[in-house]
């Protein structure tokens, strides 16, 4: 019954995260988990929450802006507006 609570509130607390949010939550706890598992240490562990989280934070960015695109102006300025 505690793990059913104990999950509910991580979901819970997910549930209003942008998608950068929930994409650096995931990639951390995921980054986590292997590089501890891999390394078998908390070093590794470390290493691997600060990579997954990175990776997922830019996951998660680029989902956040999803149908816009980059273009440049004819004086070579960059400006973001949906696809065609």
């Known amino acids: 019954m505690k793990k059913l609570v104990i999950v509910l509130g991580i979901v819970a607390s997910l549930a209003s995260c942008t ?37 997922g934070a830019l996951i998660g960015n680029s989902r956040d802006r999803a149908g816009y695109c980059i273009y440049r102006d004819r004086y070579g300025r960059r400006f973001e507006a949906r696809c065609r």
């Open 19 to 55: 998608q950068t949010e929930k994409g650096a939550a995931i990639g951390a706890g995921t980054g986590a988990i292997i590089g501890g598992v891999v390394s078998d240490s908390w070093g590794g562990a470390a290493i691997g929450a600060v990579a997954g989280g990175t990776i």
